[in-house]
T-cell receptor, first 113, second 113 residues
Framework: AQSVTQPDIHITVSEGASLELRCNYS??????LFWYVQSPGQGLQLLLK??????LVQGIKGFEAEFKRSQSSFNLRKPSVHWSDAAEYFC???????????FGTGTRLQVFP | DAGVTQSPTHLIKTRGQHVTLRCSPI?????VSWYQQVLGQGPQFIFQ???????GRGNFPDRFSARQFPNYSSELNVNALLLGDSALYLC????????????FGQGTRLTVV
């Protein structure tokens, strides 16, 4: 079955600390992988995506993610978190010519000053 | 350029009623997808429309229907509303059916009482 797992429901970090959000997927075809961010009451903003090539991808707001096929993972990282990064983060998977994205249940990030 | 526009932003309906949600895609985009996001969960795929044809449908009852107009805008209709239909409904537009360039709107918050 196609699925995305985000094992961490809630993560709290101090401002300036590094961050890693985990994402594991189960998908039969070659995956396209995405990370989205959602602020309270808002829609989804794309942070970054991977569908081929270099397995380390750079996104907006200083985020990066690494695709590891052997581990079926696509973890999101940021070296130094800012208070404005507090939000909900969603990992999603799709593939070429699919009609839909499959989302994980999200990780809520809280940032303390 | 205007992004994906959804209307209304919020609405409250009573059980058993009908609701219509609207989405205007980014200019030039021909595909619109609809997702339901229940509080605390990731978005779930409802429909994808491309060139005014339904291209995909998620695991939702027949009470849910949609259509896409010649100008590529779209409506999502839900009949016989249930309390469980309370959610944020997200619309995503993309240039074609390829999801690597999908952009999400701010969503419509539906509350069923």
């Amino acid at each position: 079955a196609q699925s995305v797992t985000q094992p961490d429901i809630h993560i709290t970090v101090s401002e300036g600390a590094s961050l890693e959000l985990r994402c594991n997927y189960s998908y039969g075809a070659t995956p396209y992988l995405f990370w989205y961010v959602q602020s309270p009451g808002q829609g989804l903003q794309l942070l970054l995506k991977y569908f081929s090539g270099d397995t380390l991808v750079q996104g907006i707001k200083g985020f990066e993610a690494e695709f590891k096929r052997s581990q079926s993972s696509f973890n999101l990282r940021k070296p130094s978190v800012h208070w404005s990064d507090a939000a909900e983060y969603f990992c999603a998977v799709g593939t070429y010519n699919t009609d839909k994205l499959i989302f994980g249940t999200g990780t809520r990030l809280q940032v303390f000053p | 350029d205007a992004g994906v526009t959804q209307s209304p932003t919020h609405l409250i309906k009573t059980r058993g009623q009908h609701v219509t949600l609207r989405c205007s895609p980014i200019s030039g985009h021909k595909s619109v997808s609809w997702y339901q996001q229940v509080l605390g969960q990731g978005p779930q795929f409802i429909f994808q429309y491309y060139e005014k044809e339904e291209r995909g449908r998620g695991n939702f009852p027949d009470r849910f229907s949609a259509r896409q107009f010649p100008n590529y805008s779209s409506e999502l209709n839900v009949n016989a509303l249930l309390l469980g239909d309370s959610a944020l409904y997200l619309c995503a537009s993309s240039p074609d059916y390829d999801l690597t360039e999908a952009f999400f709107g701010q969503g419509t918050r539906l509350t069923v009482v």
